[in-house]
């Protein structure tokens, strides 16, 4: 394996500026690691080395006539297939878009190209971003590079395992109840959701509007941050994009210094419903944390219940009306049925071929949330869960400045296991979807190793609305204390892929 | 409340435009009960003292001048993705029906 490819996006920035190594080299380093491993692994629906090659090409060139660039010009990066992207297929991992072209950049690629970043491709995902395992992909699932009989995550499996795998050295995710943090927790990566609004979403397919937010998944906390500095900001094309300056993330990790930080904590969500292993890792990050100065106090959180609840009934109905865009008129499938029919009846029968079943579902229970005469009880009493979870939060942190958890209740499971109990499905987002109700941000970073299993585990931390500088502090910080303890990465302990190249190369998927 | 019939979501299927086959109603049906009745459990806090939220981060109404954007696509660029187009409009098939 390349030792380039092994770089983090801060090393490989600084040797591309040095002039050590040129992007062509570092993205055909990355295109060769794609070509030997994605066979078995199945992170991209979409790679462009051409195009790619030719980015990469025009940076060398703007950086050999001495143009400006920024710290991560020049460095591969992999798109969540959520995000449009001109010119490069689009599909939300649904059938219904399968090979549609956009017209137009979503802003976070726009920015990460106008970054000097070089896109490689674009990565697999649970359809329309509805699942935890990416097993709901039109494509078929994404391997979890620790073990390829395993769930890398989801929605954002495909991000997740791409990094993990050394096939790019960063990603863009998206987040809409853990779908960034989840897939960071079961492949030992790093993962972020930004404050609700500090991406803008413009250019990014809608799941649940007043949930969703874009965020970088990495193998390092100041690849995080480097990567949040380039995405967040306003964006007028964004009504919900917030105005105001940010501070720099990246900045924060190389301050790093949990003295006096006041960790809470959540009492309800470090539970016997927990994976040992995954509990043990986190309360030792913890310990660690405490040796450094931090202060852990125990906050309860009485409504953090109900928010699961809440979320599958505000999730189904925003997306039930996102996706009616979806009607084979203005993009991707259209079927005629037999004899034709009205442009309701092609409608229907397109959404018929072009959804999964876990799409239909959430549609029909969106649908049905949102119906006459269930409304109040069902999306209003949602919607009070909200408020309530928010006053959750407002009442911890006005004693703590961050909260942490574990990310998921248990380490990555089998490819299959949960396929046909979606309620089991959704248990697994327990941790991550108050974040998302609430707006606030959230990260997550490899904790370690669970004992009983050998399998990545991560835990999160949660901040105040627009203090995501907060989760890059104690990020960082405890990223430092925990590769001093393991004497190097964690992803240095997951089973090289290379054996699987001859596996690949014969399936033809080379 | 969370008894679900099969009619019912039929019928919601007609409103959301998707041709469920007979097997998909039925299984949609077993599965929509259990997951209602999971989600019904918001009921047991949302008391009437509470008020709901929207959204997460407190915002007013974004205006803009009404004038042309910087992120205007052409009538090909607009048209690219269609299925079906004639140069310069999205086809579609007959609104009405022959009973209509």
Redesign the interface.
Same mark, same amino acid.
């Given at each position: 394996m390349s030792d380039l490819i092994r770089l983090s996006a801060a090393e490989l920035g600084e040797r591309l500026a040095s002039g050590d190594v040129s992007s062509v080299e570092a993205t055909q380093a990355h295109l060769d690691r794609i070509a030997a491993v994605d066979g078995a692994v199945h992170a991209f629906l979409h790679v462009d080395g051409e195009r790619a090659l030719e980015t990469a090409a025009d940076i060398d060139r703007r950086r050999a006539a001495g143009d400006r660039l920024g710290a991560l010009a020049g460095v591969p990066i992999a798109i969540k297939d959520v995000l449009v992207t001109e010119g490069m297929p689009s599909t939300a991992g649904s059938r219904i878009l399968q090979g549609w072209l956009p017209p137009y950049d979503a802003t976070p690629v726009r920015l990460v190209r106008e970054a000097g970043m070089v896109p490689l491709g674009k990565t697999n995902m649970d359809e329309f971003a509805m699942g935890s395992s990416t097993e709901h992909s039109a494509y078929g699932p994404t391997h979890n590079p620790w073990d390829l009989e395993r769930i890398p995550g989801g929605s954002g499996g495909g991000s997740a395992a791409s990094v993990a795998s050394f096939e790019a050295p960063l990603a863009l995710g998206s987040d809409t109840g853990g779908s960034i943090r989840q897939p960071a927790h079961v492949t030992g990566t790093v993962g972020v959701k930004p404050t609700y609004g500090a991406v803008s979403r413009y250019g990014s397919i809608a799941l649940a509007s007043s949930l969703d937010q874009i965020g970088p998944v990495t193998r390092t906390v100041l690849d995080a941050a480097l990567l949040h500095d380039v995405i967040a900001g306003h964006d007028p094309h964004d009504s919900t994009s917030i105005p105001e300056p940010w501070p720099s993330m990246a900045d924060a990790v190389r301050r790093a210094d949990v003295a006096g930080l006041r960790i809470g904590v959540v009492k309800q969500l470090d539970s016997d419903g927990f994976q040992a292993g995954v509990r043990q890792r986190f309360h030792e990050a913890l310990e660690l944390l405490e040796r450094q100065g931090a202060e852990i106090v125990e906050v309860s959180a009485p409504h953090f219940e109900y928010a699961i609840a809440a979320y599958y009934l505000i999730l189904p109905a925003e997306a039930s009306s996102n996706l009616a865009k979806f009607d084979s008129v203005r993009f991707g499938l259209r079927v005629t049925p037999d004899g034709g029919g009205t442009v309701e009846q092609v409608m229907a029968a397109t959404r018929e071929a072009g959804f999964g079943p876990e799409v239909k579902r959430r549609i029909i229970l969106g649908t049905y949330a949102l119906s006459a005469g269930y409304y109040d009880a069902y999306y209003g009493s949602a919607q009070k869960v909200r408020t309530l979870v928010q006053r959750d939060f407002d009442a911890a942190f006005a004693s703590v400045d961050v909260l942490a958890t574990p990310t998921a209740p248990t380490t990555a499971f089998k490819l299959g296991e949960k396929l046909d109990d979606p309620l089991a499905m959704y248990l697994n987002d327990v941790a991550t979807i108050p974040a998302n109700l609430a707006g606030v941000p959230g990260i997550s970073i490899p904790a370690g190793l669970a004992p009983e299993d050998g399998l990545p585990v991560g835990i999160q931390f949660l901040a105040p609305a627009r203090e995501d500088a907060r989760l890059y502090n104690v990020g960082g910080a405890l990223e430092q204390l925990l590769l001093a303890e393991w004497g190097g990465p964690i992803l240095d302990r997951a089973p090289d892929l290379s054996t699987h190249e001859l596996l690949a190369t014969e399936e033809g998927a080379v | 409340?969370s008894e679900?019939s099969a009619e019912?979501?039929a019928h919601? &299927?007609? %409103?959301?435009?998707?041709?469920?086959?007979e097997e998909?109603i039925e299984h949609?049906t077993a599965? %929509?009960g259990?997951?209602?009745q999971?989600?019904?459990?918001?009921?047991?806090?949302?008391?009437p003292d509470?008020?709901?939220?929207?959204?997460?981060?407190p915002?007013h109404n974004?205006f803009?001048d009404d004038v042309v @954007?910087d992120?205007v %696509?052409s009538p090909e660029?607009?048209l690219? @993705? &269609?299925?079906?187009s004639d140069g310069s409009r999205?086809v579609?098939?007959?609104? %009405? @029906?022959e009973e209509q």
């Open positions: - | 409340m679900i019912q979501v919601l &299927a007609n %409103l959301a435009r998707i041709a469920l086959t998909e949609l599965e %929509l259990q997951i209602m999971a989600v019904e459990k918001v009921s047991e806090v949302a008391t509470v008020p709901p939220t929207s959204h997460p981060i915002m974004v803009r @954007g992120n %696509l660029q607009a690219s @993705g &269609a299925p079906e999205f579609v098939s007959a609104i %009405l @029906g």
